[in-house]
């Protein structure tokens, strides 16, 4: 923004547009993070829904093969982890990269909540 000037946008990749997003996130309170555990679980049925009908078979064998990655007895870090890159390939399938984006901005507070750390 320019004062007198008017507004520009300079991009409108997705990445860009959640930074804020990703700021406000990263400086959340502690009582709050119930409800970044709520909004994901209205978000990633519906990431799901679309992945299952746009994700191909190479993309079907990689999440096997997040899934087959651990070993027998993951640490709590590696189990996190493992949960995140998963969730995370299933909302890239989807191929909606604002969804994407938004899905990965908000497991911040959460895999923090879950690995102990939050």
Do not use: W
Request: aromatic share 6%; glycine share 10%; net charge negative.
């Amino acid at each position: 923004m320019r004062q007198g000037d008017g507004t520009y946008v300079t991009s409108l990749a997705p990445r860009l547009l959640l930074d804020a997003l990703s700021f406000i996130v990263d400086f959340h309170r502690d009582d709050t993070v119930l409800e970044f555990f709520e909004v994901r679980r209205v978000l990633e049925p519906a990431a799901t829904a679309i992945a299952a009908q746009r994700m191909t078979g190479d993309d079907i064998d990689a999440l096997g093969k997040v899934l087959n990655g651990l070993r027998d007895d993951p640490t709590i870090d590696e189990l996190v982890a493992n949960d995140l890159e998963f969730h995370h390939r299933i909302a890239a399938g989807a191929g909606n990269g604002l969804l994407c984006s938004l899905i990965d901005s908000l497991s911040g507070p959460t895999t923090r909540a879950r690995s102990g750390a939050g």
